[in-house]
C-alpha cells in the first residue's frame, strides 16, 4: 500500500517545531511508518473522543485517518502528561 497523504495542523506544526531535532526524527519515522500502514495499524482510540494516538517515547502524537480517502490528519503532539489535556 501507498503511503497515506499527511496533513498537519497549524497547532502540529508549531509544537513539532519546538522539539529538539533527535526527537523530531523519531516522531517523523513513527508517522510514516503509521502512514504506510494505515489501514492495518493497531490504532489506538482516545477514551471518549474520536482521535487516536500514537506512542513515541513520552511523547503522544493525536490524530484522526481516512482509509478510504488514505489520509493522515495529525491533530497535535506533546508530551504524555499534558497532550491529553482538553
Known amino acids: 500500500m501507498r503511503q497515506a497523504t499527511e496533513i498537519y495542523t497549524r497547532e502540529f506544526d508549531a509544537r513539532f ?5 533527535p526527537l ?4 517523523e519515522a513513527h508517522i510514516r511508518d503509521l502512514g ?3 489501514e492495518r ?3 489506538q ?3 471518549g473522543r474520536s482521535e487516536y494516538r500514537l506512542r513515541v ?11 478510504e ?3 493522515l490528519l495529525l491533530i497535535t ?3 504524555r502528561r499534558e497532550v491529553y489535556r482538553v
Open 77 to 79: 503532539l506533546g508530551h
Open 24 to 27: 523530531q526524527t523519531r516522531i
Open 36 to 38: 504506510r500502514r494505515l
Open 57 to 67: 517515547g513520552d511523547y503522544r502524537v493525536i490524530y484522526r485517518f481516512d482509509v
Open 69 to 71: 480517502r488514505n489520509e
Open 17 to 21: 517545531g519546538l522539539l529538539p531535532r
Open 41 to 43: 495499524f493497531p490504532h
Open 45 to 47: 482510540r482516545l477514551r
